[in-house]
């Protein structure tokens, strides 16, 4: 493929998940299996059906980090990830130097924190319109400003509420603004914090597991929720040329559609994330025959597995019953707004290291899902492009193309 001046390209990642507060102690529970699942300590679950999650317990804020701007844990989680992010990219000095840098940050519930501690500062009272139209009308844009002040920047700010596929959305619209020179540098977030709201919702539509998460796995339960964030510094190839910073990636594509079928279930017949991945691997001018391996977005309930198995076979025809497909969720659980972007960042890691991490619980195939899930084993393969998939409620969908620095 030839090197385009404004092809976009990763050079700094950073994140703080439920199985590790940087990428290497990350990867290494990738490979190894270590689950992020425990039981939920940050709000009373003793009236609720379910207990665990996927937390990221212990985590506090460096003093050095703090927002300007009052804020809470989903802007912290964000501001520690985009820490790491810009240091991976030896940006500290060029963002002063930038101002106009850009900042994406996807996110499904936002800066929840002051709502829930407002509401159950009066538990007596019932919910009502009130508190429909306080939680409708929260500002989404708390953490994009939170990053932009933390290096004074004054480029575009944008948020990309587009629930579960918030994350990958986020790198597609900050990869955009680089390749058409809108921006030298952007900042792509995704980022979400355990909140009851959240997990009383998922556990009431029933899609939650009480103890594990086995996407595509026979008789597979339902799905864990998790918290975190994930960043990556994007910009052209020509600009990491000149400061003499190597590529992690390249954001080659991405592919958005929305089904507009169902608030809540996905399309049956995978129509909107057949047409995603198709659109993101036009974009990236690739046939399908080209990608190596695909990150699911996998949650481990049945009808997002068996759409997104339905949309792989779909697209890659024959192939697709064989080409390495795996989803993290097994050990972070559904990150939702973090989602995209901690698993685009496995994905880039998968290219780094040349090996698919696997999809750790499996215990048996699922005809729905006749896929090769890489079973709960890494697998050493060659890697040059690979897929990273995202969908969410509302019927959004999203996919990433994403290419090793030598493609």
């Known amino acids: 493929m030839d090197i385009s001046p404004q092809r976009a390209c990763v050079t700094g990642i950073g994140l703080i998940t439920p199985i590790g507060s940087d990428t290497g102690s990350f990867w290494s529970s990738l490979l190894s299996g270590r689950s992020g699942a425990a039981p939920v300590r940050s709000f009373d679950t003793s009236g609720l059906s379910h207990k665990i999650g996927c937390p990221v317990d212990g985590f506090v804020l460096p003093d050095p980090l703090k927002p300007r701007i009052p804020s809470g844990r989903c802007t912290e989680l964000a501001l520690y990830a985009v820490s790491q992010a810009v240091a991976d990219a030896q940006l500290d000095a060029d963002l002063r130097e930038s101002p106009q840098a850009a900042v994406v940050v996807g996110t499904t519930m936002g800066e929840v924190t002051q709502f ?52 990958a959305y986020a790198i597609g619209v900050a990869a955009s603004l680089v390749s058409r020179g809108r921006a030298r540098f952007a900042i792509a977030v995704g980022c979400e914090a355990f909140s009851r709201l959240a997990f009383v919702g ?85 046939d399908p025959s080209r990608i190596d391996y695909v990150n699911a977005h996998g949650t481990g309930t049945n009808l997002n597995d068996r759409m997104e198995s339905l949309a792989i076979r779909t697209v890659f025809g024959d192939r697709g019953a064989h080409i390495p497909v795996s989803s993290i969720k097994a050990l972070t659980g559904h990150m939702m707004g973090a989602a995209g972007a901690v698993e685009a960042i496995a994905s880039l890691l998968a290219l780094r290291h040349q090996v698919a991490p696997p999809t750790w619980n499996w215990v048996g195939s699922d005809p729905d899902c006749a896929i090769d899930c890489v079973p709960n084993e890494p697998r050493q393969t060659k890697l040059r492009h690979v897929v990273s998939n995202s969908y969410a409620f509302g019927g959004n969908n999203a996919s990433l193309v994403l290419s090793s620095p030598d493609s």
């Open 116 to 167: 829930e501690q407002d509401r159950a500062a009066h538990p007596e009272r019932e919910a009502d319109d009130g508190d429909v139209s306080s939680l409708a009308h929260r500002p989404l844009d708390l953490m994009g400003r939170a990053i932009a002040a933390m290096y004074d920047l004054s480029g575009d700010v944008v948020a990309v509420p587009a629930a579960c596929a918030a994350g």
């Open 202 to 286: 998922f556990a009431r539509m029933h899609a939650m597991s009480a103890d594990a998460c086995r996407p595509f796995s026979l008789n597979r339960p339902g799905l864990l929720l998790g918290e975190g964030a994930g960043a990556l510094v994007i910009e052209s190839v020509v600009s990491a040329r000149a400061r003499g910073v190597p590529p992690i990636g390249m954001v080659d594509g991405f592919g958005l559609s929305c089904d507009a079928h169902h608030v809540t279930g996905p399309h049956p017949h995978a129509a909107g994330a057949v047409s995603a991945l198709r659109d993101a691997l036009e974009r990236a001018r690739l």
